[in-house]
């Protein structure tokens, strides 16, 4: 099995999650994805395909980097031939809905990244599991939650966007979810799996801070007060409507156990 991206959140979770079987992990230093795949990596019996451009607001300035690597580097995973795992996100959608996203809703990405990770997934192949999930957190790279730990030790208070709904997924319950539908024999295309629950950027924030002992207050704001460069959906609650989709854990559960690894 290869890993790709297996120095980013996700990629050690699925390290993690895999580890009984033989496994490759690929960092960026071994296999740049933009670059089609060095020799010796034919044969795999799964690719799992965690590599990405992630930088949401740097996508917006270079989208056709972010798409070298999105789009690009999913094609090359594909070009292994063997069982693909790609993983997308909750910004394929715009947020204009007020119930969950299912895998039969329409995407229409707001950002430059929504777009090469839409683009990545068709990118993909018919036959990958398309694993779509939400505001990741672990316990290596950036991350909200390591954020919030810091600024929160640093700070009497900080400001955070109230006006944004979604999942927090802790990646170890992502990596688990992804073994359980490949393991479990279910069907490739698309598939939602994140969290249980939802919540805004601030009550994810004001979790952080109860959870980790914080005494920090958390002042709610808008993302117009933000002003981050690249649009994000209002509200990207993911859910499956597929017969047997694993199901995650609450996003608190998840932030505990991430807690734990901190
Ligand atoms: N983070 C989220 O909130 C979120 C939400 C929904 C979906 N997703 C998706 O979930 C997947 C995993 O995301 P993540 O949160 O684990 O991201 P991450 O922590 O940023 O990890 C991505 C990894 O990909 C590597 N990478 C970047 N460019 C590469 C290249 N050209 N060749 C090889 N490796 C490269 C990065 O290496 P460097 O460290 O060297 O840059 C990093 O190790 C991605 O498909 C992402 O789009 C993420």
Known sequence: MLVTGAGGQLGAALCEAFAGGELVALTRAQWDVTLPPPPGLAGAALVLHAAAWTDV???????????????????????????????????????????????????????????????????????????RSSWLFGWVGTNFVRTMLRLGSEREEVAVVDDQRGCPTYVGHLAAAVHELVGGGLPGGLWHLAAAGDCTWAELAEAIFEEAGIDCRVRRITTAELGRPAPRPAYSVLRSERRGAPQLPHWREGLRACLERL
């Open 57 to 131: 607001d740097g996508a917006e300035a270079d989208p056709q980097a972010a798409a070298a690597v999105n789009v690009g580097g999913t094609q090359h995973a594909a070009e292994l031939g063997a069982p693909l795992v790609a993983f997308s996100t909750d910004y394929v959608f715009d947020g204009r809905c007020r119930r969950p996203y299912v895998e039969s809703d329409g995407p229409a990405p707001l950002s430059a990244y929504g777009r090469t990770k839409l683009l990545g997934e068709a990118a993909a192949g018919e036959r990958a599991w398309i694993v």
